[in-house]
């Protein structure tokens, strides 16, 4: 399973940025997945996760009412469209794939197994 991520970018704050996460390898449909970010010094963070069946969503506190997380389990795509950027939301962001699913949501790093390269989001003030 390989998983590809893309659409970050350069972005003022209060814009707008959309990613998408293509999976490979493996149809997607069984896997609850979500999206982390890691800023520079930091540890890496849950920002939103959507459940297999694209029933159930969860999002982290920094993302609640700006960040939406969807699923094209068709496209085997998973994305993240992010508005009301901040300075603070700067960040390599990470799609990943929770293929146990013991539990939703899985809000730990080590509980998805498989993990996109990254894109790096720049929000500039």
């Known amino acids: 399973v390989q998983l590809q991520a893309s659409g970050g970018g350069l972005v003022q704050a209060g814009g707008y940025l959309g990613l998408s996460c293509v999976v490979s390898g493996r149809f997607i449909r069984p896997y609850n997945m979500g999206w982390f970010r890691q800023a520079v010094g930091k540890e890496r963070e849950l920002v939103a996760a959507i459940r297999w069946d694209n029933e159930r969503t969860h999002y982290g506190d920094s993302a609640k009412g700006r960040f939406t997380i969807s699923r094209d389990n068709a496209k085997n795509t998973v994305y993240l469209q992010m508005n009301s950027l901040k300075p603070e939301d700067t960040a390599v962001y990470y799609c990943?794939?929770?293929?146990?699913?013991?539990?939703?949501?899985?809000?730990?790093?080590?509980?998805?197994?498989?993990w996109g390269q990254g894109t790096l989001v720049t929000v500039s003030s």
């Open positions: 990943a794939a929770d293929q146990a699913r013991l539990r939703f949501p899985a809000t730990e790093r080590r509980e998805y197994n498989k």
